[in-house]
């Protein structure tokens, strides 16, 4: 696609509940990044994969959160019995890297999750 | 690690006045810096960015930033604020490609009449 496209726009779960975000990157880039923005709040990383390297996890708040991303594209963000502390949304950016060297992140629309 | 600051939660300005936002960051070396735009209920839009050369970068709608290695600062600036700039402003570093994106807290702008 032409931009970085994540799913659903919106999802309203209960507390306790599973939840999976996913996100689609524009084709080509290999960093895809993970950010959660709460109401009035910046943006808090979470997770980013750099091609075929390991993730840095070290934004990921709880254990309830992790990420994969298959085949080196599409991600999926799942989050375990989730809180109301979790409510935010939920933001998506994705990078071409070449060599090291850096471009611009473009994000998508973000999943906007409420749980109650 | 890396980390950004921006110092001013909130900022006014009046419609046609200038502005300068600020942003300093701490890491050892140069690395590549951002400013990201947010309207309300909108995504993240890349304003401008410096990799290296000139310190002083063009952005889009009228926006420029200085990079000030001796200052640590990526200050953004516009000569005439418009209503329309109204939005959250976000600074972000980058150590390279390789290494994560990591943003400040943001900068809301609100611009009076």
């Known amino acids: 696609g032409a931009g970085v496209s994540q799913s659903p726009s919106n999802k309203v779960t209960e507390k306790g509940k599973d939840v999976e975000l996913r996100c689609d990157p524009i084709?080509?880039?290999?960093?895809l990044y993970w950010y959660r923005q709460s109401l009035g709040q910046g943006l808090e990383f979470l997770i980013y994969?750099?091609?075929?390297?390991?993730?840095?996890k070290s934004g990921l708040p709880s254990d309830r959160f992790s990420a994969e991303r298959t085949g080196g594209s599409v991600s999926t963000l799942t989050i375990q019995r989730t809180q109301q502390e979790d409510s935010a949304v939920y933001l998506c950016?994705?990078?071409?890297?070449?060599?090291?060297?850096?471009?611009?992140?473009?994000f998508g629309q973000g999943t906007r999750l409420t749980v109650v | 690690a890396q980390s950004v600051t921006q110092p001013d939660i909130h900022i006014t300005v009046s419609e046609g006045a200038s502005l300068e936002l600020r942003c300093n960051y701490s890491?050892?070396?140069?690395?590549?810096l951002f400013w990201y735009v947010q309207s309300p209920g909108q995504g993240l839009q890349l304003l401008l960015k410096?990799?290296?050369?000139?310190?002083l970068v063009q952005g889009i709608k009228g926006f420029e930033a200085e990079f000030k290695r001796s200052q640590s600062s990526f200050n953004l600036r516009k000569p005439s604020v418009h209503w329309s700039d109204a939005a959250e402003y976000f600074c972000?570093?980058?150590?390279?490609?390789?290494?994560?994106?990591?943003f400040g807290t943001g900068t809301r702008l609100l611009v009076s009449p």
């Open positions: 950016a994705s990078s071409f890297t070449p060599g090291g060297g850096s471009t611009e992140a473009f």
């Open positions: 084709s080509g880039h290999t960093a």
């Open positions: 994969f750099q091609g075929n390297s390991a993730p840095d």
């Open positions: 890491y050892g070396a140069t690395p590549y």
């Open positions: 410096y990799f290296s050369g000139d310190t």
């Open positions: 972000a570093v980058q150590s390279t490609g390789f290494q994560k994106l990591v």
